[in-house]
């Protein structure tokens, strides 16, 4: 037979009718930026006498200009707010811009004044900003691109322009998956849409619909289809306006792993503070690392089950919180203790957090500005020996000037015995009890199900899972401790707490403030250090109050501290934070208390890069345009 012949017969015997071909969007450069077009366009307008712009560019830039008088200086004046207020917009884009035909007198003078600048004209309707035109006259919106230089992210993604999303077709330099972000200019913030155009990243353990959740771990991913929902903390900062731009990198099944001996599945994010190679801290690693590092990037969503968004928080210097359990259902997310989980944010921004968590948690949190007069320290330094512990003394006696508030320091083994609760120590009967919790209930609700899917598929096989995960769930399998005691445990300490420690107030929501110490910057943790073999994290602190009360826990920094590294054999900085707990219920009065303290001074928002306080360049990616 010959190759005609061949060929006709295989197209006879294997088409099963015409394929269809459809564009997944389009990558351009703009200057050095590059940027990525949707798919879809956003409006038709008439090239006409314009068609000599295109010579033989595919696309060329130009700008939605929104003017009263569209005289030449008002351009001016609205382009130069453009460049300012926008990462996405450039100069580039100034070389055409679009009027509404509406206004064609002002067009037409401007086109008479300026050999420069092309006048496009038509009847669509564009918000203001950035955009690129087709030959065919296709209006699509300009995404630019940014690298994924710290690995903070596990998928990037754009929406399909309906209630789903599509894993973003578009790559760049930097070793690492490629974000998109739109132009901020598109949008105007409503009381409807308060996040209207603020970015944020999704913890991949929060199923949004059309893309894959991994939970941390490869077989999960590739075992199971793209999620037809998505999980309802993602879908009220998306209904309030936010813009997904991907999933973000999680500890597996959101255990608590530490770089670089844990993770195997996936390698944890990297810290942008200091040197560069400090743990990022887990499960919300990439949601911190993300924060930390990126300018473009708003805010971030994770979960706190035992710490893992106020740890992250802690060490990488930006605002994050616990909730008060149960302000907003988990509905499509892995569960690791439905009794502990909780959905938490990050940001480098009290004000953007305090707005993320009202369209969040909704109806459930209430904002009050009646504050407490009463601060409890717990664990705080008492000299400033160190330029840590005079951050940590500093920040308590500007807060306590600000609210006139007592200050006492605190001691809970010592109320709890003074309480004669139980004869047994606090530290003694909750020892076990997180262990307990995670693993008797994460394994029934993940494990099981998950090792009986996949034996189905593969002919009887386990998958791989970590050494942290595995070696817990095998201690849960085993000890003689049991779920019903630890829950007891809980209930017991709860019940105490609220109505001793943080207790509920009519005019004030809690009686007091609790602050601890939730990081001083003295003790690097290096991602370059070899581990002991991992345990059941056994034990209780000061970060397991919270959870176990189900009272609110927000971090915030206040500075930086110096330490030698042993990777850069210098003088680098990591951050110094505090954590502020209220009764349960009273997230609203917090997130107030925080935002006045950043009215008045004593808060800062935290910079992107290698500082929270300065920012600068991060050291392992110097010189990076990105």
């Known amino acids: 037979m010959g190759l005609r012949s061949l060929l006709a017969a295989t197209l006879v015997c294997c088409s099963t009718g015409s394929a269809a071909v459809s564009s997944t969007g389009f990558t351009v450069e703009l200057g050095d930026v590059q940027y990525f077009l949707p798919p879809k366009s956003v409006a038709t307008i008439e090239v006409g006498q314009e068609r000599s712009l295109f010579d033989d560019a595919t696309f060329v ?12 200086g008002e351009i001016t004046s609205i382009t130069a707010k453009y460049l300012e207020e926008d990462d996405v917009f450039q100069a580039g884009f100034l070389d055409a811009l679009y009027i509404p035909e509406a206004n064609q007198t002002y067009a037409s003078s401007l086109q008479a004044r300026n050999t420069t600048t092309a006048i496009l004209t038509g009847s669509a309707t564009l918000s203001p900003g950035p955009y690129f035109l087709s030959a065919t006259g296709k209006v699509y919106e300009a995404w630019r691109l940014y690298s994924d230089t710290n690995s903070a992210f ?27 972000v739109p ?65 973000m990198i999680t500890s597996q099944f959101a255990n608590g792993e530490s770089a670089t001996a844990d993770w195997v599945s996936y390698h944890e994010a990297f810290n942008p503070r200091g040197d560069g190679y400090q743990d990022t801290s887990s499960s919300s690693s990439g949601g911190g690392a993300g924060a930390a590092a990126y300018e473009w990037l708003d805010i971030t969503l994770g979960s706190d089950t035992g710490g893992s968004v106020r740890n992250p928080s802690q060490v990488q210097g930006v605002y994050g919180n616990r909730p008060s359990h149960g302000l907003v259902g988990l509905e499509h997310t892995m569960p690791m203790s439905p009794v502990l989980d909780t959905p938490g944010l990050l940001s480098r921004d009290p004000l953007i957090l305090k707005v993320a968590a009202k369209a969040m948690y909704k109806e459930n949190i209430t904002f009050s500005t009646s504050y407490p007069s009463a601060i409890k320290t717990l664990g ?25 508030a007592n200050v006492t320091t605190f001691n809970l083994s010592t109320a709890w015995i003074a309480s004669n609760v139980s004869s047994e120590r606090l530290e003694s009967m909750l020892n076990l009890t997180y262990p307990v919790l995670i693993t008797q209930q994460q394994a029934p609700l993940v494990r099981d199900p998950f090792y009986a899917d996949y034996a189905a598929k593969h002919d009887g096989r386990r998958p791989f899972i970590d050494p942290v995960p595995l070696v817990r769930w095998g201690w849960g399998d085993n000890t003689t401790e049991t779920l019903d005691r630890a829950i007891a445990n809980k209930t017991m300490f709860m019940s105490w707490f609220n109505s001793t420690v943080l207790v509920a107030n009519k005019q004030t929501c809690s009686d007091s403030l609790l602050f601890y110490v939730g990081t001083t910057g003295a003790a690097p943790d290096y991602r370059n250090v070899y581990l002991s073999d991992p345990r059941p994290p056994a034990g209780f602190g000061q970060n397991s109050i919270s959870g176990f009360s189900e009272a609110p826990d927000y971090v915030v920094p206040i500075g930086e501290a110096p330490y030698n590294s042993t990777i850069t054999g210098h003088v680098e900085y990591l951050p110094v934070a505090v954590d502020i707990m209220a009764a349960k219920g009273c997230d609203g009065m917090i997130l107030s208390l925080i935002e006045a303290l950043y009215e008045a001074g004593i808060l800062k928002k935290a910079k992107a890069g290698r500082s929270g306080v300065t920012g600068g360049d991060i050291l392992f990616k110097r010189g990076v345009g990105a």
């Open 61 to 72: 830039p130009f700008t939605a200009v929104h003017g009263s008088g569209y005289s030449a």
């Open 154 to 180: 596990t998928e990037t993604a754009i929406s399909n322009g309906d209630d789903s999303y599509s894993v973003l077709p578009a790559g760049i330099i930097g070793q690492n998956l490629a974000i998109a």
């Open 183 to 247: 132009s901020r200019l598109y949008y105007q913030k409503t009381a409807e849409k308060p996040l209207a155009g603020i970015r944020i990243g999704i913890k991949d353990i929060y199923d949004i619909k059309g893309l894959r959740t991994s939970n941390g771990n490869r077989a999960w991913y590739w075992l199971y289809p793209p999620a037809n929902a998505t999980a309802t903390p993602v879908q009220n900062l998306i209904d309030a306006g936010a813009i997904v731009v991907g999933k």
């Open 380 to 404: 705080f330094p008492t000299a400033p020996s160190t330029i840590a512990n005079t951050l940590l003394l500093d920040f308590v006696g500007n807060v306590s000037s600000f609210l006139n």
